[in-house]
């Protein structure tokens, strides 16, 4: 049974800093790219950054470049996502997701695009 899990979500004040957590189980990670998105309520899911098992490869939304930063940990099928410079926007609930790619690392940003989904950490960036 495939799962994520996300974790690390919570109330920081702006400029603050926060590390989001995405456990995965029931799957190989190989072959696959990890979606970090987030969403308001009345908005439309945002893709947030993606990173790719099979190399690594990663990109970012403009407006979390240089700022956020995705990573894996490939003993624990661990991503995370660490943000700095957190600002009263970055306010959502976020999801990671999962997309099998095969052997072709993919980046893959259209959430219609993902088969498995978290169920989600608020992030509160607030003073």
């Known amino acids: 049974q495939v799962q994520l899990v996300e974790s690390g979500g919570g109330l920081v004040q702006p400029g603050g800093s926060l590390r989001l957590s995405c456990a995965t189980s029931g799957f190989l990670l190989d072959g696959y790219v990890i979606g970090w998105f987030r969403q308001v309520p009345g908005k439309e899911r945002e893709a947030v950054s993606c990173?790719?098992?099979?190399?690594?490869?990663?990109t970012y939304a403009d407006f979390v470049k240089g700022r956020f930063t995705i990573s894996r940990d490939k003993a624990t099928n661990t991503v995370y996502l660490q943000m700095n410079s957190l600002k009263p926007e970055d306010t959502a609930v976020y999801h990671c997701?999962?997309?099998?790619?095969?052997?072709?690392?993919?980046?893959?940003?259209?959430?219609?695009?993902?088969?498995?989904w978290g169920q989600g950490t608020q992030v509160t960036v607030s003073s």
């Open positions: 990173i790719t098992t099979s190399d690594e490869s990663t």
């Open positions: 997701a999962a997309a099998f790619t095969g052997r072709q690392p993919v980046l893959i940003t259209q959430p219609e695009e993902y088969d498995y």
